[in-house]
Antibody
Framework: EVQLVESGGGLVQPGGSLRLSCVASGFTFSNCNMNWVRQAPGKGLEWVSYISGSSSSIYYADSVKGRFTISRDNAKNSLYLQMNSLRAEDTAVYYC????????????WGQGTLVTVSS | DIVMTQSPDSLAVSLGERATINCKSSQNLLYSSNNKNYLTWYQQKPGQPPKLLIYWASTRESGVPDRFSGSGSGTDFTLTISSLQPEDVAVYYC?????????FGQGTKVEIK
Protein backbone atom coordinates (compact mmCIF):
# COMPACT_ATOMS: atom_id res chain seq x y z
CA GLU A 1 0.00 0.00 0.00
CA VAL A 2 1.35 3.38 -1.00
CA GLN A 3 1.76 5.74 1.95
CA LEU A 4 3.10 9.27 2.20
CA VAL A 5 3.52 10.71 5.69
CA GLU A 6 4.47 14.35 6.19
CA SER A 7 5.95 15.87 9.31
CA GLY A 8 7.76 18.97 10.46
CA GLY A 9 4.99 21.51 10.43
CA GLY A 10 4.35 23.92 13.28
CA LEU A 11 4.24 27.52 14.38
CA VAL A 12 7.10 29.74 13.24
CA GLN A 13 7.68 33.47 13.33
CA PRO A 14 7.87 35.56 10.17
CA GLY A 15 11.38 35.36 8.76
CA GLY A 16 11.96 31.99 10.36
CA SER A 17 12.73 28.59 8.87
CA LEU A 18 11.18 25.15 8.90
CA ARG A 19 12.01 21.82 7.28
CA LEU A 20 9.24 19.53 6.18
CA SER A 21 9.70 15.82 5.59
CA CYS A 22 7.66 13.23 3.73
CA VAL A 23 8.41 9.55 4.22
CA ALA A 24 7.23 7.25 1.47
CA SER A 25 6.45 3.55 1.56
CA GLY A 26 4.79 0.91 -0.57
CA PHE A 27 6.51 1.77 -3.84
CA THR A 28 9.96 2.26 -5.35
CA PHE A 29 10.54 5.83 -4.22
CA SER A 30 13.60 6.48 -6.41
CA ASN A 31 11.54 5.79 -9.55
CA CYS A 32 8.96 8.47 -8.79
CA ASN A 33 8.89 12.20 -9.27
CA MET A 34 7.54 14.04 -6.23
CA ASN A 35 5.85 17.33 -5.46
CA TRP A 36 4.87 19.64 -2.65
CA VAL A 37 1.43 21.24 -2.86
CA ARG A 38 0.01 23.63 -0.28
CA GLN A 39 -3.43 24.82 0.74
CA ALA A 40 -3.96 27.97 2.77
CA PRO A 41 -6.80 27.77 5.31
CA GLY A 42 -10.13 27.79 3.48
CA LYS A 43 -8.42 28.28 0.12
CA GLY A 44 -7.58 26.27 -2.97
CA LEU A 45 -4.60 24.16 -3.94
CA GLU A 46 -1.27 25.67 -4.97
CA TRP A 47 1.56 23.63 -6.46
CA VAL A 48 4.83 24.56 -4.72
CA SER A 49 7.70 22.44 -6.02
CA TYR A 50 8.72 19.37 -8.05
CA ILE A 51 11.72 17.07 -7.96
CA SER A 52 12.45 14.22 -10.33
CA GLY A 53 13.37 10.75 -9.11
CA SER A 54 17.07 11.32 -9.61
CA SER A 55 16.92 14.95 -8.38
CA SER A 56 18.15 16.05 -11.81
CA SER A 57 15.13 18.27 -12.42
CA ILE A 58 13.75 20.69 -9.85
CA TYR A 59 11.10 23.37 -10.24
CA TYR A 60 9.51 25.93 -7.96
CA ALA A 61 6.49 28.18 -7.97
CA ASP A 62 7.43 31.83 -8.34
CA SER A 63 5.90 32.51 -4.92
CA VAL A 64 8.58 30.41 -3.17
CA LYS A 65 11.54 30.59 -5.53
CA GLY A 66 14.72 31.63 -3.73
CA ARG A 67 13.23 30.86 -0.31
CA PHE A 68 12.29 27.17 -0.46
CA THR A 69 14.49 24.22 -1.40
CA ILE A 70 13.20 20.79 -2.33
CA SER A 71 15.40 17.72 -1.93
CA ARG A 72 15.16 13.97 -1.48
CA ASP A 73 17.10 11.07 -0.05
CA ASN A 74 16.22 7.96 -1.99
CA ALA A 75 18.10 5.74 0.45
CA LYS A 76 15.73 6.94 3.18
CA ASN A 77 12.62 7.08 0.97
CA SER A 78 12.26 10.68 2.03
CA LEU A 79 11.30 13.98 0.45
CA TYR A 80 12.10 17.33 2.06
CA LEU A 81 11.14 20.97 1.81
CA GLN A 82 13.45 23.49 3.44
CA MET A 83 11.50 26.70 3.94
CA ASN A 84 13.40 29.91 4.77
CA SER A 85 12.36 33.55 5.12
CA LEU A 86 8.83 32.45 5.90
CA ARG A 87 5.96 34.89 5.47
CA ALA A 88 2.42 34.99 6.80
CA GLU A 89 1.17 34.05 3.33
CA ASP A 90 3.10 30.76 3.54
CA THR A 91 0.64 29.60 6.21
CA ALA A 92 -0.95 26.46 4.81
CA VAL A 93 -1.28 22.72 4.96
CA TYR A 94 1.61 21.27 2.97
CA TYR A 95 1.03 18.01 1.13
CA CYS A 96 3.56 15.79 -0.57
CA UNK A 97 2.17 14.21 -3.71
CA UNK A 98 3.49 11.54 -6.06
CA UNK A 99 3.59 11.90 -9.81
CA UNK A 100 2.04 8.88 -11.51
CA UNK A 101 4.61 9.26 -14.29
CA UNK A 102 6.37 11.87 -16.36
CA UNK A 103 3.98 14.73 -17.10
CA UNK A 104 1.27 12.89 -15.21
CA UNK A 105 -1.23 13.68 -12.46
CA UNK A 106 -0.66 13.26 -8.73
CA UNK A 107 -1.98 9.82 -7.88
CA UNK A 108 -1.14 9.68 -4.16
CA TRP A 109 -1.14 12.41 -1.54
CA GLY A 110 -0.10 12.51 2.07
CA GLN A 111 -2.40 13.75 4.83
CA GLY A 112 -0.53 17.03 5.05
CA THR A 113 1.29 19.00 7.73
CA LEU A 114 0.21 22.45 8.89
CA VAL A 115 2.64 25.34 8.80
CA THR A 116 1.59 28.51 10.60
CA VAL A 117 3.66 31.65 10.20
CA SER A 118 2.72 34.16 12.86
CA SER A 119 4.26 36.34 15.54
CA ASP B 1 1.65 30.38 -16.51
CA ILE B 2 -1.49 28.55 -17.60
CA VAL B 3 -4.55 29.92 -15.81
CA MET B 4 -7.31 27.45 -14.97
CA THR B 5 -10.77 28.90 -14.36
CA GLN B 6 -13.61 26.80 -12.98
CA SER B 7 -17.31 27.56 -13.02
CA PRO B 8 -19.39 27.79 -11.01
CA ASP B 9 -17.62 28.43 -7.70
CA SER B 10 -20.32 26.42 -5.97
CA LEU B 11 -23.47 24.53 -6.81
CA ALA B 12 -26.25 22.79 -4.94
CA VAL B 13 -27.82 19.76 -6.57
CA SER B 14 -30.60 17.47 -5.39
CA LEU B 15 -29.74 13.87 -4.61
CA GLY B 16 -29.89 11.76 -7.73
CA GLU B 17 -29.61 14.77 -10.04
CA ARG B 18 -26.76 15.73 -12.35
CA ALA B 19 -23.93 18.03 -11.33
CA THR B 20 -21.78 19.70 -13.97
CA ILE B 21 -18.53 21.57 -13.36
CA ASN B 22 -16.65 23.45 -16.04
CA CYS B 23 -12.95 24.16 -16.32
CA LYS B 24 -11.37 26.49 -18.84
CA SER B 25 -7.67 26.68 -19.57
CA SER B 26 -5.90 29.79 -20.83
CA GLN B 27 -3.84 27.57 -23.15
CA ASN B 28 -4.42 24.44 -25.17
CA LEU B 29 -3.85 21.30 -23.12
CA LEU B 30 -4.05 18.87 -26.04
CA TYR B 31 -0.62 17.46 -26.86
CA SER B 32 -0.69 16.76 -30.58
CA SER B 33 1.94 14.00 -30.59
CA ASN B 34 -0.19 11.64 -28.47
CA ASN B 35 -3.63 13.28 -28.83
CA LYS B 36 -4.02 13.48 -25.05
CA ASN B 37 -5.39 16.32 -22.97
CA TYR B 38 -3.19 17.00 -19.95
CA LEU B 39 -6.09 17.75 -17.63
CA THR B 40 -7.02 16.05 -14.40
CA TRP B 41 -9.82 16.30 -11.82
CA TYR B 42 -9.48 15.87 -8.07
CA GLN B 43 -12.06 15.54 -5.32
CA GLN B 44 -11.34 16.91 -1.87
CA LYS B 45 -13.56 16.19 1.10
CA PRO B 46 -13.28 18.25 4.31
CA GLY B 47 -10.19 17.43 6.34
CA GLN B 48 -8.82 15.10 3.66
CA PRO B 49 -6.18 15.42 0.95
CA PRO B 50 -7.30 15.59 -2.66
CA LYS B 51 -8.12 12.35 -4.41
CA LEU B 52 -7.43 11.70 -8.08
CA LEU B 53 -10.69 11.15 -9.98
CA ILE B 54 -10.01 11.58 -13.68
CA TYR B 55 -6.92 12.12 -15.83
CA TRP B 56 -6.25 12.67 -19.53
CA ALA B 57 -9.52 14.66 -19.24
CA SER B 58 -11.73 11.57 -19.45
CA THR B 59 -10.01 8.50 -17.97
CA ARG B 60 -11.41 7.45 -14.60
CA GLU B 61 -8.91 6.44 -11.96
CA SER B 62 -9.28 2.87 -10.75
CA GLY B 63 -12.04 2.55 -8.16
CA VAL B 64 -13.82 5.79 -9.07
CA PRO B 65 -17.57 5.23 -9.53
CA ASP B 66 -18.79 5.44 -13.09
CA ARG B 67 -21.21 8.25 -12.20
CA PHE B 68 -18.14 10.48 -12.51
CA SER B 69 -17.16 11.34 -16.07
CA GLY B 70 -14.90 13.85 -17.72
CA SER B 71 -15.10 15.37 -21.16
CA GLY B 72 -13.70 18.16 -23.28
CA SER B 73 -10.58 18.92 -25.24
CA GLY B 74 -8.17 21.75 -25.89
CA THR B 75 -9.19 24.51 -23.50
CA ASP B 76 -12.67 23.56 -22.30
CA PHE B 77 -13.40 20.66 -19.99
CA THR B 78 -16.29 19.32 -17.94
CA LEU B 79 -16.67 17.05 -14.94
CA THR B 80 -20.10 15.48 -14.65
CA ILE B 81 -21.58 13.60 -11.72
CA SER B 82 -24.53 11.85 -13.30
CA SER B 83 -26.49 11.09 -10.14
CA LEU B 84 -25.32 12.97 -7.05
CA GLN B 85 -24.83 10.88 -3.92
CA PRO B 86 -24.35 12.13 -0.34
CA GLU B 87 -20.70 11.04 -0.38
CA ASP B 88 -20.02 13.28 -3.39
CA VAL B 89 -20.25 16.44 -1.27
CA ALA B 90 -16.78 17.90 -1.74
CA VAL B 91 -14.71 20.51 -3.50
CA TYR B 92 -13.60 19.56 -6.99
CA TYR B 93 -10.45 20.90 -8.64
CA CYS B 94 -9.18 20.71 -12.18
CA UNK B 95 -5.42 20.82 -12.79
CA UNK B 96 -3.32 20.98 -15.90
CA UNK B 97 -0.19 18.88 -16.11
CA UNK B 98 0.83 20.08 -19.55
CA UNK B 99 3.56 22.28 -18.16
CA UNK B 100 5.13 23.58 -14.97
CA UNK B 101 3.80 25.21 -12.85
CA UNK B 102 1.05 22.61 -12.58
CA UNK B 103 -1.74 25.07 -12.01
CA PHE B 104 -5.08 24.27 -10.40
CA GLY B 105 -8.49 25.78 -10.85
CA GLN B 106 -9.91 27.66 -7.88
CA GLY B 107 -12.23 24.80 -6.95
CA THR B 108 -15.97 24.16 -7.13
CA LYS B 109 -17.89 23.29 -3.99
CA VAL B 110 -20.68 20.76 -4.52
CA GLU B 111 -23.46 20.57 -1.94
CA ILE B 112 -26.81 18.85 -1.57
CA LYS B 113 -29.88 20.98 -2.29
Amino acid sequence: EVQLVESGGGLVQPGGSLRLSCVASGFTFSNCNMNWVRQAPGKGLEWVSYISGSSSSIYYADSVKGRFTISRDNAKNSLYLQMNSLRAEDTAVYYCARDSGDYAPFDYWGQGTLVTVSS
Amino acid sequence: DIVMTQSPDSLAVSLGERATINCKSSQNLLYSSNNKNYLTWYQQKPGQPPKLLIYWASTRESGVPDRFSGSGSGTDFTLTISSLQPEDVAVYYCQQFYTTPRTFGQGTKVEIK
